[in-house]
């Protein structure tokens, strides 16, 4: 195995952060042990699906790879981004601690990031997918797509590729995942966008909404935010090191913050309904699921 070690800017949360990934983990996709402070998933690398264990650890997060993957540093920046690494945690909590109302519920659990998501489209349809159903449902049905249409590799499925997605009849989508026909047709249509080269990136928050708004709706209602139009220009991180035997981050364990809200502009975020972030969408009963019949995995 190649081991990549990664320091995050500032103090993390390590439990949180872990229990996040569970609460989120598509079954088959992800695999979470929260005891052993582990999160397994696939991630596209290379043009392949790369399996990836990240772990925590006080001041750094190692990342685990097999020996065969090419250019193992090239993981280090889209791990950071998605793991939020390179928030200035410290900077966030000095700033928050003005308010009085705030300051002590930083006090009580500092170091807390903003896990995302490492894929851009991979947000798109969790987001849609996700949308005003509750976190058990989102998860139930992203777990079917990927056991229905996912590319298997290593002891787990990745989901599939636009090109492969949009080639996919509404009525196949529906039946196999269990979503209605509005929906199974706004995340054809997202398929087919993001086959045609669309990216969100880039873009500045104004143009990365409307170019999302003007997809077709999946279920009426007031617009919500969606992770996704937060895509832009990530801020680049310090390139890796490494040797055959291990991998390491040369970034220091604190770095300047962009900002003091730690922002870097804009890497798609994980929607929440368990209170560990301002809610991106909105539990309902438009869609429910019933409980995965997907393999387990250790949530919080």
Known sequence: MTLLRLFPNGPTDCETALRMLAAHAIPGAEETDVPGRTHTRLLHHAG???RVTVSFDEGQVVVELPDEIPDPGGLAAPVRRWLDLD???????GALAADPLIRPLVEHRPG??????????EAVIATVVGQQVSLAAARTFMGRLVAAYGTPAAGLRILPAPRELAAIPDADLQAAIGLTGARARTLRAVAEKWADGFTLAHLPAGEARRALLALPASAPGPPTTSPCARVSTPTPSPPATWSPAEHSDPSPPTRPGPSPSGGRPGAPTRSCTCGRMP???RPGRRERAPESRSGSHTSA
């Open 87 to 93: 928030s200035d945690t410290a900077r966030i909590a």
């Open 112 to 121: 807390i990031r903003l896990i995302g998501y490492p894929d851009e489209f």
């Open 48 to 50: 392949a699906p790369a």
């Open 279 to 281: 809610h991106t969408r």
